[in-house]
């Protein structure tokens, strides 16, 4: 009986492989970006088509936005395994939704089958630089020292309740043991003009949003919140440099539905993987200030487990809810 369970299951997976070979040079991929077009997800993901439609055949982006990157995850989720169709799992979908939302339509650690992570995406704390400079801020431990010496001070901004900004001021008012009023706003883009017109202290934003900015001397970098400096900020340092193991930053990567052969997840893993590592997705991607990030399907299955935790504790903190 084992025997023959073993041999069934090896046909199917061979079936499914040579249906997906097949399907690669016949009916397109379909790429699900779970955010509108134009975003720095839905750039990338269009950049990777373009590279891998040599080795899968073409490669069709889908974007399906809305309730946070749920409906776009969902549709990836319950989709056949047979790897025709692939989506993107980011920070949102795949580790901060599960416990940001009372009710998912999808379970973000059995639902999918991992691929590659794709990118990382360094977040920065920025400051107000007329801010920075009348309070005499110009590092994390003067940040620190200057809340712990004015109780309620300062304050921050964020895109919304359980937004990435919101999350990380959260964290690092708890590992700094300092408090500062969160101020919410609709969306990054107002929590940004609030902070450029002096309305808020500082944020934890985007790099790749905020880079104008800083470059033009509005706003002053402060850290920036991966565990290691980034390149793309060269001479800032990390949060974790004064607050060790704090990190937190925006990361995305490609998956398929649950149940996916084995065999058809590593074709796809090769196939992406190679695009990433191609020095033209390199050049492209920073210009994005995203970081190019590839590995192996066990690999990126244990990073979004060890992300999804890690949220699970960050959100509970904050008291957030969407729903």
Request: hydrophobic share 45%; glycine share 8%; with cysteine.
């Amino acid at each position: 009986m084992n025997t023959r369970h073993f041999l069934c299951t090896l046909l199917a997976g061979a079936a499914a492989l040579s249906a997906f070979h097949a399907g690669a040079q016949q009916r397109p991929i379909r790429l699900i970006v779970p955010y509108a077009a134009g975003g720095p997800i839905d750039v990338t993901a269009r950049v990777l088509a373009e590279r891998v439609k040599d080795s899968l055949g073409t490669v069709i982006i889908d974007n399906k936005p809305g309730a946070g990157g749920n409906i776009g995850a969902d549709a990836v989720a319950k989709a056949a395994p047979d790897g025709l169709t692939i989506g993107i799992a980011a920070t949102a979908t795949n580790a901060v939704n599960p416990w940001l939302y009372s009710r998912m339509p999808y379970n973000a650690a059995t639902d999918f089958a991992p691929v590659t992570q794709m990118v990382r995406v360094p977040n920065v704390l920025v400051m107000n630089a007329d801010t920075a400079q009348r309070l005499k801020i110009n590092t994390v431990p003067e940040l620190i020292a200057y809340a712990k010496a004015n109780p309620g001070k300062l304050n921050y901004g964020s895109g919304g309740n359980g937004s990435a900004g919101h999350l990380a001021g959260e964290m690092f008012k708890q590992q700094a043991g300092i408090f500062a009023v969160h101020i919410p706003y609709n969306g990054g883009n107002p929590a940004q003009l609030a902070l450029l017109s002096g309305q808020v202290d500082f944020n934890f934003d985007n790099l790749a949003t905020a880079a104008p900015n800083i470059r033009s001397g509005k706003l002053k970098a402060i850290a920036v919140t991966t565990a290691q400096p980034s390149a793309s900020l060269p001479g800032v340092p990390a949060v974790a440099a004064t607050l060790p193991g704090f990190a937190i930053d925006t990361w995305w990567g490609l998956v398929a539905p649950a149940g996916t052969p084995h065999e058809v997840l590593a074709k796809l893993n090769h196939a992406f993987v190679a695009a990433l590592n191609s020095p033209e997705t390199k050049t492209r991607f920073a210009n994005l200030l995203a970081e190019p990030v590839s590995n192996t399907p066990e690999q990126f299955g244990a990073f979004m487990k060890s992300e999804l935790a890690k949220y699970e504790k960050v959100v509970k903190a904050t008291g957030a809810k969407v729903d």
